[in-house]
């Protein structure tokens, strides 16, 4: 009984539904039809948001600044966990450049813990989607471990071992958490892409996981940056020093059945990423601040799939007052459509810049928060609120049209670090294998 009501129900609303909202779709279609500014009308709805997107961004304030650590250091990456619940707590993982991790509270900015001690060089913090608590990260000593931040322990709940000689330097999680995979330095001609079941991370504390596999023809250099897709687990992009973005179906069952695609940057891949409608698109940044933009919904037709490609971004932006010095990463702003940059001076001036395929705009400058090179940042699209991290060793927290609230004064942190950034010399040797 009960599920024929449900049935009757069911059917009684789609009729209320075709009732309430056809004439409505009817009015919209002969609208699309017949109006001849209706395109008109409809690209100044999708500026105006636009517009009003890139205002927000130029609006962000200060809201908090972290207390500064006894121990400065270079923030070096950035990452937040998704709240479980709603209006539940969520956290921020610093990977800094004396070797440890910090965890704060995401709202207040307080430290939370520390996990020190690692052998290694750090080279990410990445937080699980699913588990809020759980945090991790990726050492040159070879190992990607994983941490729950709700524990005050020292001790990670798993391990993730490569192989002997391996060096990470890059890594991500899939949006599923069932993979993890890491990309090395090149050792003695070899290079790899090393992947892991993350599956039942908290069900086997300390006990140390094995690769699944290794991809080793794809890259002649080393692997700097990997980035799974937001929303299809099966695929991830990597970079490398080669100057080759090479994207990955690892469904596949083998290495070169998984390439879909091998993009030339034409210079040393510094940062990546995923951006457009479904993530369709794929970006990457280099170590010489150049920009490149692909999208891979062309790959199959016979149209070009290069959309951008600026070889000098600092030459390309320019600001009245403050020049470009670098670029740090990309953002995709899901609301708007749109792909931003963020980069800076070595003041700590932060630039907002606008992609387009016409070329790079500059929105805004975020003035008086860091006073040296920003290394990483956060953005986070529930409350439109940025993280920056920095060589002054300061955590910022961003917000439109904020007033920060911290007493804690900015200062001159500017610390030494023995983190020296990456730059080689492109290898040409290896070209594109695809379109």
């Known amino acids: 009984l009960s599920l024929q009501q449900d049935v009757i129900a069911g ?3 789609a009729i209320l539904i075709l009732l309430v909202f056809h004439p409505i779709v009817d009015l919209i279609d002969n609208f699309n039809l017949t ?3 209706a395109p008109l009308i409809i690209i100044t709805f999708e500026m105006t948001a636009v517009e009003k997107v890139e205002e927000q961004l130029a609006g962000l304030r200060i809201a908090r600044r972290c207390v500064p650590s006894e121990e400065p250091a270079y923030l ?7 709240a479980a619940q709603p209006g539940s707590s969520r956290f921020v993982a610093v990977s800094c450049s004396n070797k440890s991790i910090r965890v704060y509270d995401r709202e207040t900015l307080h430290f939370l813990r520390e996990y020190s001690g690692h052998p290694g060089i750090l080279s990410g913090v990445r937080f699980a989607h699913v588990c809020d608590s759980v945090v991790f990260s990726a050492c040159s000593e070879g190992t990607v471990k994983c941490w729950d931040v709700r524990s005050a322990t020292q001790k990670p709940v798993q391990v993730f071992s490569g192989y002997p000689s391996n060096v990470f330097i890059s890594f991500d999680v899939s949006c599923s958490d069932l993979i993890v995979c890491a990309g090395t330095e090149k050792v003695d001609k070899d290079t790899f892409l090393v992947f892991w079941d993350a599956r039942g991370i908290t069900d086997c504390a300390s006990t140390t996981k094995e690769p699944l ?10 692997i700097t940056k990997i980035c799974f897709h937001p929303i299809q687990p099966n695929l991830v992009v990597s ?18 059945d998984a390439l879909i695609s091998t993009c030339n940057s034409d210079s040393s891949v510094s940062s990546l990423g995923w951006s457009g409608e479904d993530y369709k698109q794929v970006y990457c940044m280099t170590h010489d601040e150049g920009f490149c933009w692909w999208d891979m919904a062309q790959l199959d037709t016979e149209e070009p799939i290069t959309l951008l490609h600026v070889l000098d971004v600092r030459e390309s ?5 403050h020049g470009l010095h670098y670029l740090v990463g990309g953002l995709y702003h899901e609301k708007a459509g749109k792909l ?19 070329g790079l705009s500059l929105v805004g400058t975020l003035c008086g928060g860091h006073s040296a090179t920003v290394r990483s940042f956060c953005w986070s699209p529930t409350d439109e609120s940025l993280l920056t991290g920095g060589e002054d060793a300061q955590l910022l927290l961003w917000k439109p049209g904020a007033v920060e609230r911290s007493l804690t004064k900015k200062a001159s942190l500017k610390v030494s670090s023995s983190v020296q950034k990456r730059v080689r010399v492109h290898n040409t040797s290896l070209k594109s294998r695809k379109k």
């Open 213 to 222: 596999g290794v991809y080793s023809e794809s890259h002649n250099d080393d």
């Open 11 to 13: 059917f009684l609303y």
């Open 317 to 321: 932006v320019c600001s009245e007052n």
């Open 35 to 37: 109006y001849k500014y």
């Open 76 to 82: 070096l990456d950035i990452d937040t966990s998704t």
């Open 239 to 256: 970079g490398s020093t080669d100057g080759l973005v090479n994207v990955f179906d690892i469904n596949k069952d083998n290495e070169d």
């Open 340 to 358: 931003f940059l963020i980069g800076g001076t070595s003041t700590g001036n932060i630039h907002l810049i606008s992609c387009s395929t016409d």
